[in-house]
Structure formats: C-alpha cells, structure tokens
C-alpha cells in the first residue's frame, strides 16, 4: 500500500487548481464515486454518472469546471478522466520488489546486460542477447538466441521472446506473451501438409504493451513489426509478416492474418478479425467482431461482418429485430398479390 498524500501534493502534482473546502485533507488512495471514503480521491468522466456526486463520500473529485461546484473539494481537470490515470500512478504500487541479479537465473556467458537490471530466479537468457539498461525480467522469462530488449523494459512472468525478437525501448511484456513463435505457415502437398520455416524476427517500437497471453508470430521471411506507442490487450494473435503502425490499440481477441498492413493510429476492437494480405489505413476505427475482407482507406470507421461503414452497418442494427416482422408481411403481400393476379385472369378460387 502507497502512502497517503496531501490533496494539495496531489493537485500540485497534476497542475489542477482545488476548489471547494478549504481543508489540506490526506488521501489514500483512488476509489469510485460509489465506493470512495472520505480520505479517497474519486473522478467524474462520463456524465452518465454525474447524478453520483451528490451522494459520493469522496474526500475530492477530479471534475471539470462545470461540475466543480457539486462537491465538497474538486480538482478541476479539463481531462477528467485522463488526469484520473494520472493519479493512479501516483498510489501504484510497483509490481515486484526483487532487486540485482538472482544466482538461480540462467545467464549465459555471452549475453550483454547493461547497468541496473533486474532479473529474478528461474529467468533464462540465452547467448547473445543484449538488455539494455534499467530492464527487468520477471520469473520464468525467456530470452532466446540474439534477442535484444531496449532500456527500462519490462517483462512479466512466463514472457517469451523467441530467437532474434527485438524490443525497443520502456516497453511492457504481460505474463504468458510469447513473441517470436512460428507463424502458421504449411503448404499441402501430395506427401501431406509442409512446414514453411519461418526465418524471420519479431521487433516492437518502444513504449509498446504486449497483453497477456498475446501471441505475435515471427515473419517467414524479413520481419513482423509493431510501431511506437502501440498497446495490444490480452490474447491478441499478430500473424506472420503483419505491420501495425504507431499509437493504435488491438482490444482483446483480435486476430490478424499474415502479410497484412495497419496504419498508424488504428483502434481495433474486441474480437475484430481481419483477413491475411490486406491494407489497413491510418486512423481506422474498426467495431467490436468486424469481420475484414478487404482493403481499408484513412479515416474510416466500420462494423460488422464483413464489415462495412458505421453508418451502413448502425442502420442494419436497427432493422434487424423488424426482420421477422417484416418477414410475415412481406408473406402476406405476396399473398394478396397472388390473389390480385389471379382475380385478374379470371382464375379466382371463388
């Protein structure tokens, strides 16, 4: 547990102006509206909630200006939510408390580890790896052959960085991710399915997070690539040759198909699938299971399987609980019709 702080340290902290009582209160930490105690700093993001803050016991809420006068202290954000993250890191506790280099790791004798790494017990770095200064290596990582890790890194327990990955620099490996594995590459043959090798590496730009049990392949051939900035959730699976850009955000379960592009900038949300040898453009904005068959442009927003534009995709939404409706109508025009047309050639059943 982190300890308490001042409000004004806090605001002074985050450059936020305290409006309200007066009163220099501790804080213990950060809670919900819902939830918060009067020694606990809370936040109002979505105005969903705002009806909370006339009942919340929070000691101070991140707010707005609009909102500041509803409670009893507030530190006025024009980011509210964004300023919340902010405080979070300032009552984080930092995950793992080991310190230097564990006599029951497995470092071999011609990797390269710079000044002030960490590497706890059951960690294996094999020959030739460089970790740059500042990096930590939680129990049972592995590092294989000529992998190289950039400064002030970190990887979670059971991470995996198959021969030949490259990680920049200040980026997070969650528990379980593997990269660098084979990608899926087989031909059938008259003998029955081939392995194609697959020769390439894995490299991440720095300030990438890696989820966990997230899986990103090695390329057949040059590299599978993941931009600065980029943030994939837990069990993501990144296929041979893929190119993700910078600042984008895959959302869990998304998968992606070898040999395909994504812009910069991208928000891929849960369970999106998109198919192999495609362009995805800068910007794109893709609903939760898009299905994606085709090529993308800048700036687009689309949902659904397969997916097609927001709008399109909204409108079918809509109508899709009038379908059996619809359905028995279009039955019973088809009848009257029917009827019309054989009244009208003398055929009447009457």
């Known amino acids: 547990m982190s300890s308490p702080r001042k409000l004004s340290a806090i605001a ?5 102006e305290v409006r309200g009582d007066g009163e220099d209160i501790d804080i213990t930490g950060i809670n919900t509206l819902d939830a918060a105690g009067p020694n606990e700093l809370s936040f109002l993001a ?5 009806p909370k803050l006339a009942s919340t016991k929070a000691g101070a809420v991140i707010v707005s200006a609009e909102h500041a006068d509803q409670v009893k202290r507030a530190l006025v954000s024009e980011m509210p939510y964004m300023d919340f993250g902010r405080a979070l890191s300032l009552f984080a506790v930092k ?3 080991f310190q230097g280099i564990s006599e029951q790791a497995f470092i071999h004798p011609e990797a390269q580890l710079g000044a002030n790494v960490t590497v706890y017990p059951g960690a294996y770095i094999g020959p030739g790896v460089i970790i740059g200064d500042g990096c930590t290596l939680f129990p049972g990582v592995y590092i ?14 059971n991470a995996v960085l198959m021969a030949g990955t490259v990680v920049g620099e200040d980026c997070l490996i969650q528990p379980g991710a593997v990269l660098g594995a084979d990608g899926f590459g087989f031909s059938r043959t008259p003998a029955g399915i081939q392995k194609i090798p697959q020769t390439g590496t894995v490299r991440l730009g720095s300030r990438v997070e890696i989820g966990a049990n997230a899986a990103i392949d090695r390329a057949v051939l040059a590299q599978t690539s993941v931009g600065d900035g980029t943030k994939i959730d837990n069990l993501v699976q990144i296929g041979h040759n893929v190119t993700v850009g910078k600042n984008c955000f895959l959302v869990s379960q998304v998968g992606v198909a070898g040999s395909t592009s994504i812009g910069d900038g991208c928000t891929l949300a849960g369970q999106v699938g998109i198919s192999g040898h495609l362009h995805i453009g800068n910007n794109v904005t893709l609903g939760p299971q898009s299905g994606v068959i085709k090529d993308i442009p800048d700036n687009t927003t689309m949902g659904g399987s397969p997916a097609v534009p927001q709008n399109i995709f909204m409108r079918t939404v809509a109508l899709m609980p009038k379908f059996p409706e619809l359905f028995k109508r279009l039955a019973a025009l088809e009848k009257k019709i029917e009827q019309i047309a054989r009244s009208a050639s003398g055929n009447s059943p009457d």
């Open 95 to 97: 995950q793992g408390h």
């Open 46 to 50: 979505n105005p969903k909630y705002m």
């Open 12 to 16: 002074a902290a985050l450059g936020l």
């Open 144 to 157: 294989g052959e000529y992998c190289s890790i950039g400064a002030r890194s970190v990887l979670y327990p």
